[in-house]
């Protein structure tokens, strides 16, 4: 059983800008947050004395910190340093892509930089790879396995990253609790919730179980296009917080342009009540929202326009055969496997030492795009295009 964090709900945001990722201003900026959101909700800076304070970034794979799949380490380093300068014991975790262990763990925070962040700061990055199940019946039927970091922890600091995302069309705070789920477990997630809103909904019940009490968006540069790994950068200039990651995340949906409904969690969220129907009932603290706004290119994977608006005739068979499906560029593919290990329904065969998808066993959860380190996966429709 989870520790008694509960997510304190909560419609107010902040924003603040921030041009780059040079360590005293990212510092100047998280300390701020941290203290903001801290005091506004109960946590007097004597509060973290001797507690255990769980630091989670975004650490979706072995990638270098420029190409801005991960959060920056910049955040991380501030965000421990604040908690252990209150005298909090802070431990760094996360669950990338792949098999969950010292091994990946370690090779993730070297090519990220957070493994430094985290001991530059004087936290510990983790070492603990048990986890145990762990389930709410206020919030969800399901039970998850929880890495025990996440689970032991009396605080819990989420650090995201802004990006759009192939399955769930953005990954922010709610998104990024995903990582609480021990390696290749993940997978089974997509099997077990094979459609785009049970899934959503999955994360909303995930995240509520995680219960992250400060959640933290670097949105400093962020991913637009085939997110979260294989799109393109696109700065923005900005950091979002709050306590409450679905009021986060309805403020981050809103920046990259889409409406309340696209975004699968905050569609979630808005349903269950987690979070105001609209961004105009956000308590918006510091920068408005609007200095931000933009459109975000979206990922490939996301029919858009027409195929949308196809009714769900014939049981929603016409819709399914054109939405578009992931689909291997032969002349990207080295045949390492990598989307084949990550496959929940093993729909991957390797080949003549290419991927092969076998569509009719297919889920469209684009792990294997998420995780082919050659962007050798695309999302094409029955036209190839
Ligand atoms: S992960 Fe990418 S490069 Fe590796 S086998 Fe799959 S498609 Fe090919
Ligand atoms: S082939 Fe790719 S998109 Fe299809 S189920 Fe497997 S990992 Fe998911």
Known sequence: MISNRRIFHTNRVYVHSLGDYEYENVKQVVFDLLRKICLDNGMEECFFKDKKVAVKPNLLSKSAVERCVTTHPSFTRAACEYFVSLGAYVTVCDSPGGIYNKATFFAVGKETGTKEAAEKAGAVYNEDFGFEPCSNKEYSAYSFNIINPLREADVVVNLARLKTHALCEMTAAVKNLFGSIPGLQ?????????????FANMLCDLCLINAPQINIVDAVVCMEGNGPSGGTLRKMGAVFGGADPFSVDLACSHVMGYSVDEVGTVRAARKRGLCPDSVLDLEIVGEQLDKYTCKFKRPDSNAGGIVKQIPSIFGGRLRDALERKPTVKKKKCVGCGICKNNCPVDAIKIDDG????????????YCCQEFCPKEAIEARNVFGA
């Open 354 to 365: 290419r991927a092969n998808i076998d569509k009719t066993k297919c889920i469209r959860c």
């Open 186 to 198: 993940k997978a089974e997630q997509h099997a077990r919730f094979p459609k785009k809103d049970a």
